[in-house]
């Protein structure tokens, strides 16, 4: 790879990281601040939805959906359990295992945190030029793509990048 290309990939990495770290926190704190309930730490989200998205998810799939020790991941599930957000059933497979699904209660409150953030993004995405629109529609199968890369060297070398 040429200079210039390491140079001009050093760029769009650092404006691809700013705008979606940016994005992120705006929409994070603007959920929070639409949806009455006690705000959760952001690793407790983060969990809440890899439960909502894989049902019946242990520990050891929730932690490397988040790229987490299993050990961070038994302290969240735990505090989550607490707070009556999620329940710990055993594995019929394996009983030390655990099984996470959503309760009742994190269900209504993922579904006002989803309706909050698609109701600030979405507002957003209408008021687009619809030139713009289709470009950032048609750069979520690339941004996936990418994830699952970084993800995969990432587990490739066991370290971070």
């Known amino acids: 790879m040429e200079m210039t290309d390491v140079t001009q990939s050093a760029e769009v990495v650092g404006e691809l990281m700013s705008i979606t770290a940016a994005l ?9 601040e639409a949806v009455a309930v006690p705000p959760l730490p952001e690793a407790q989200r983060e969990l809440l939805f ?11 799939g929730a932690a490397q959906a988040l790229d ?3 050990n961070s991941v038994s302290t969240l599930v735990n505090a989550l359990v607490d ?16 099984r996470l699904t959503l309760t009742t209660r ?18 957003a995405l209408d008021r687009a030029a619809p ?10 199968p690339a941004l996936r793509r990418l994830l699952d890369q970084v993800r995969a060297d990432v587990h490739d070398t066991g370290r971070d990048l």
């Open 24 to 32: 992120r926190r705006l929409s994070r704190r603007r959920t929070a």
């Open 50 to 60: 890899v439960v909502a998205n894989q049902p019946g998810v242990g520990i050891a």
């Open 68 to 70: 987490l020790a299993g």
């Open 83 to 98: 707070q009556g957000l999620l329940h710990r059933e055993p594995d019929p497979a394996d009983r030390r295992a655990a």
């Open 106 to 123: 994190a269900q209504e409150r993922m579904a006002a945190w989803r309706a909050a953030r698609a109701a600030l993004i979405g507002q």
């Open 131 to 140: 030139e713009d629109r289709a470009a950032i529609e048609a750069a979520l």
